[in-house]
């Protein structure tokens, strides 16, 4: 139901857009966010956009880099990663949440719906 897409190899330097297509939910009617998984890391927080649409919250590893965005009318969500680091390697996945809670939504076990995962890798 979640599918993204958009990854790959890039130099470090480099920018990549992420998507996360939704289908068969809206996904405006939730909170959306990213996190990525490096080799023999933990799962961890990237961005996340409130189910308004206004408000946005970043890692601070990815602030000033990385643009989290959504499409209504495509249904779709987006990371825009701008300066990539080879640090920024890693398994992204996109995520839905229902809650509308006032709880920050950046831990994973707060989401209730995952994308497959697509791999971004940055080379020095």
């Known amino acids: 139901q979640l599918q993204a897409s958009g990854g790959g190899l890039v130099q470090a330097g480099g920018s990549l857009r992420l998507s996360c297509a939704a289908s068969?939910?809206?996904?405006?009617?939730?909170?959306m966010g990213w996190f990525r998984q490096a080799p023999g890391k933990e799962r961890e927080f990237v961005a996340a956009?409130?189910?308004?649409?206004?408000?946005?919250y970043y890692a601070d590893s990815v602030k000033g880099r990385f643009t989290i965005s959504s499409d209504n009318a495509k249904n779709t969500f987006y990371l825009q990663m701008n300066s990539l680091k080879p640090e920024d390697t890693a398994v992204y996945y996109c995520?839905?949440?229902?809650?509308?809670?006032?709880?920050?939504?950046?831990?994973?076990?707060?989401?209730?719906?995952w994308g497959q995962g697509t791999q971004v890798t940055v080379s020095s």
């Open positions: 995520a839905i949440r229902s809650s509308r809670d006032s709880l920050i939504p950046n831990t994973a076990g707060r989401y209730d719906y």
């Open positions: 068969g939910r809206t996904v405006s009617r939730y909170t």
């Open positions: 956009i409130w189910w308004t649409g206004f408000t946005t």
